[in-house]
């Protein structure tokens, strides 16, 4: 059993920056990767950044490279979500989730979810 308890958010003016945790309990070498989706009002759960569990190699929706940075505290067990120059379009429910990919869920999608975390960002 695998628990994820998820923190951080808020609201920022655009151009900010936020961060997001994910304290991971039990363990998550049964999962290939793991990451942070978001869900904005009216629009699908789509994953935005992944990191593998065992090489640590860290994948990115082109709509969040270059300003997200996924990382993984092992000694901690936590996830964390780095988000600098924040724009609008980033408001959403954000999750932190096991079986993480890239973009739409597919094939049942994670197994485990943490609670969201409500990002608004201003204009």
């Known amino acids: 059993q695998v628990q994820l308890v998820g923190s951080g958010g808020g609201l920022v003016q655009s151009g900010g920056s936020l961060r997001l945790s994910c304290a991971i309990s039990?363990?998550?070498?049964?999962?290939?990767?793991i990451g942070w989706y978001r869900q904005a009002p009216g629009q699908e759960r789509l994953g935005v950044s992944c990191i593998t569990t065992s090489e640590g190699y860290k994948y990115y929706l082109d709509s969040v490279k270059g300003r997200f940075t996924i990382s993984r505290d092992n000694a901690k067990n936590t996830l964390y979500l780095q988000m600098n120059s924040l724009k609008p379009e980033d408001t959403a429910i954000y999750y932190c989730?096991?079986?993480?990919?890239?973009?739409?869920?597919?094939?049942?999608?994670?197994?485990?979810w943490g609670q969201g975390a409500q990002v608004s960002v201003s204009s």
């Open positions: 989730a096991t079986d993480c990919t890239l973009g739409s869920i597919v094939a049942g999608g994670p197994r485990y």
């Open positions: 039990g363990s998550t070498s049964d999962f290939h990767a």
